[in-house]
């Protein structure tokens, strides 16, 4: 099965880089072209199954607005407590809390997301079958298996108390007939009996189940799940993510099988979080109310102090007005005064809540000394003023701050009473959850065109590795860089071989005169009367005596004019056509050479050396009487064993009868006098041989041939099997000439190449004609 790659000359090695080029790669892409298309369609046909057996998930998503919180928790208007505003919003703060255990434990226990309980199903079969079978109506077992869910089956669980040993662990519930069901652990072991509607317990485990529509002996998984196990799964489903940088908007979104359950617990999350919000609002509320109320004796009893010392003062030195610069003084002494005061009560708040050195802490201490600063540096401006007044206005500045800290603790704490009492804080809900109509995953188109992209990478990949990890042997390129070994030339799938071997099975069935032919694995054929008309006239030849303008016979031709111009400086006129597996089409190449060769009118002689499996004798229709194996046993002549063919100037040595030790035989003396003596009578001596790696036979004849050409045929051995076979055919002193591509398969990199070639036999057969 031969045909010339043409643009492949049989020269000497020529140098080649190693580096993988875009144009060796863009060859190999086509040359695979429909295994990638198979391996793209598998893979996308992979992923359209999923697409559509998978369970769709609903999500329902809220919104929620976080606002800068109100710092002022003493109800000042003073400058300080704009430092005390933080320069972001606290959103990543609130979208930790609404992901912690505080906020979604309750709502995982009210919609008992804390258990799960699913049928056991035939994975991907058990599937399909549940998207057919009607809700309610559970379907009938496939293939005896009644263990298994295949559709229709529903069930409710609404209690499931399990002890810690049983948490996270899978147990099984078996349904029973007339409404009963048993529940199990994993090894089998029988934990309670149970029937629908009623709560059971036993061994510290309790269960309610609602609802149970399945066949009797259908299984389903049950698992309780820890709480922290509960929140890592649920945690899965959720999203909590800020809609736009710094925009204090927070989306929750929640996926569930069920979308009127995905809509209520997105709900559900988002007033939990938010009820939790207002506690703590109020609570801390509450502490700094309580806090106030503590504070307001004090603070009363220093406001009656300081007015009762400037009243005492204004009427022992009858100083009623203070001037214009003490007047000033008083107004800067009064802010300083006012604001340090409220710092001072702030740090006392905060030195209940926080302890020393914490940022909070620190942040009230640096604004104190700054402002007593700033009271240093004002106090110095007034320096020049009278010591009487400088008094009043001291004595009238604290008696004011007093006023004004005072009533303002006042009202802070009648504002904190309505906020415990109220439900206000800096988080509001923006978007309550809707009902999901579409399924959010899978999304199909996305799957299914992820699928096929992900088919191409594949098979490009798979190709790609495929090709370089192979150690097989494929181009002849590779022979040339690896080996330095010339290639004679490369022979691929003939069209007219096909055929041939087509119509020799018909030929076999039918009782037909057998017409053998060597094709690329060397085996006998039979030709129908179909393929007779190949033949230039009657008789039995290899496919290069048939006439047929193929253009294997052209690269045989290629091929042996080639390797007739390397062996003429040989020591002899003997070539071995060798190979290194079986399998590699040894035989065509050898009868083919050697019925090319006599066509040029030079004697020919063909010797089938192959005693354990030779098949020149049916290839050329030569039953019966002596051969090679005979010449080497001295039980005949040597002109006793050639034979004419039907093809002029080509004579024949058949295999004979197969002996029991072939290697003993060849290795003895006579087969040099039997070599040395046809090689004087033939213009060349081709002699077929069995695989260098099976047997030595080849190493045997190889040392006796003036010349050796290895046959390769693509994938049919590794490079290390070829090296090993030139390796032992070094060490018995055989001369290698080259190599010989045999059954190379078409590419479609070449196919111009073909066409080329195609095209000129074409032109030529109709000329002829």
Not at 201 to 209: H, K, R, Y
Not at 497 to 526: E, I, K, N
Not at 653 to 670: D, E, V, Y
């Amino acid at each position: 099965m031969n045909t010339p790659i043409l643009g492949i000359d049989p020269v000497a090695p020529r140098p080649r880089d190693d580096m993988f080029s875009a144009k060796d790669f863009g060859k190999l892409i086509v040359d695979n072209v429909w295994l990638m298309i198979a391996i793209i369609a598998v893979v996308t046909g992979a992923a359209t199954l999923y697409a559509f057996i998978a369970t769709p998930l609903y999500s329902s998503d809220a919104l929620l607005k976080v606002d800068y919180p109100n710092p002022n928790a003493f109800g000042f208007n003073v400058q300080t407590q704009q430092q005390m505003v933080p320069s972001t919003l606290p959103t990543d703060a609130e979208m930790q809390i609404i992901q912690s255990r505080a906020v979604l434990l309750p709502v995982i226990k009210k919609y008992h997301q804390d258990q799960a309980v699913t049928a056991l199903q035939v994975p991907v079969i058990g599937r399909i079958t549940e998207l057919f079978a009607t809700q309610g109506q559970p379907t009938a077992p496939i293939l005896g298996l009644t263990s298994f869910a295949w559709g229709g089956e529903e069930t409710t669980v609404s209690k499931l108390e399990v002890p810690p040993r049983l948490e996270n662990k899978k147990l099984i519930l078996r349904v029973l007939p007339e409404g009963t069901y048993e529940l199990s652990d994993s090894d089998g072991i029988l934990i309670l009996h149970g029937a629908v509607g009623r709560l059971t317990s036993a061994d510290g485990t309790s269960i309610l189940v609602d609802k149970l529509v399945a066949r009797a002996g259908t299984e389903f998984k049950v698992v309780r799940y820890s709480e922290y196990q509960a929140v890592a799964r649920f945690l899965k489903s959720l999203k909590v993510t800020e809609s736009t940088k710094d925009s204090g908007v927070v989306q929750i979104v929640y996926e569930n099988e069920d979308p009127r359950l995905a809509q209520e617990i997105t709900n559900a999350i988002a007033q939990t979080y938010i009820a939790a919000h207002v506690d703590q609002h109020r609570e801390e509320a509450s502490v700094t109310r309580n806090f106030i109320i503590g504070e307001l004796p004090r603070l009363e009893s220093e406001l009656q102090r300081a007015e009762s010392e400037l009243s005492n003062y204004r009427t022992s030195s009858n100083s009623m007005q203070p001037g214009a610069e003490a007047a000033s003084y008083l107004q800067g002494s009064i802010d300083i005064e006012r604001q340090i005061a409220t710092l001072t009560m702030q740090r006392t708040q905060a030195a209940s809540r926080f302890a020393p050195g914490t940022r909070e802490v620190r942040t009230i201490d640096e604004q104190i000394a700054t402002l007593n600063a700033q009271k240093q540096v004002f106090d110095k401006r007034f320096g020049q003023l009278p010591a009487s007044q400088r008094k009043l206005m001291d004595l009238t500045r604290d008696s004011k701050v007093a006023e004004d800290i005072y009533v303002a603790m006042r009202e802070k704490a009648s504002e904190l009473a309505v906020t415990r009492a109220g439900n206000i804080g800096n988080v509001h809900l923006v978007d309550s959850a809707v009902y999901p109509t579409d399924p959010s995953k899978p999304k199909r188109t996305l799957i299914m065109a992820g699928g096929a992209a992900g088919g191409v990478i594949l098979s490009i990949l798979f190709v790609f590795f495929r090709d370089h990890l192979s150690r097989s042997v494929k181009t002849p390129h590779s022979v040339e860089r690896s080996l330095s070994l010339p290639v004679f030339g490369a022979v691929s799938f003939s069209p007219s071989q096909a055929r041939l071997d087509s119509t020799s099975r018909l030929s076999l069935l039918s009782g037909r005169r057998r017409l053998p032919f060597l094709s690329s694995d060397a085996s006998p054929r039979v030709l129908s009367d179909q393929s007779e008309a190949l033949s230039c006239k009657d008789g039995n030849h290899a496919l290069s005596a048939l006439g047929a303008h193929d253009m294997a016979v052209e690269a045989l031709r290629s091929v042996h004019a080639s390797l007739m111009l390397d062996i003429a400086p040989a020591p002899n006129n003997v070539l071995a056509v060798v190979g290194a597996t079986p399998g590699t089409g040894k035989t065509f190449v050898a009868s083919n050479l050697a019925v090319l060769h006599a066509q040029t009118g030079k004697r020919t002689l063909l010797i089938d050396g192959d005693l354990r499996r030779g098949r020149i004798a049916s290839i050329f229709d030569q039953r019966g009487g002596v051969g090679f194996a005979e010449l080497l046993a001295s039980k005949a002549q040597v002109d006793q064993a050639i034979r004419e063919s039907d093809v002029s100037g080509l004579s024949l040595i058949t295999a004979g009868r197969f002996p029991a030790n072939p290697s003993k035989m060849l290795s003895t003396p006579r087969l040099t006098l039997i070599l040395d003596y046809l090689q004087e009578q033939f213009d060349l001596v081709v002699i077929d041989t069995p695989a260098v790696l099976a047997v030595s036979d080849a190493n045997l004849i190889a040392a006796n041939a003036g010349s050796s050409v290895i046959v390769v045929r693509p994938s049919a051995q590794t490079e290390d099997e070829l090296e090993e076979a030139i390796k032992r055919l070094d060490l018995t002193g055989a001369r290698v000439a080259g190599v010989i591509f045999n059954a190379v398969p078409r590419r479609r990199s070449d196919k111009r190449t073909y066409a080329y070639a195609s095209m000129y036999m074409s032109n030529l057969a109709m000329e002829e004609e």
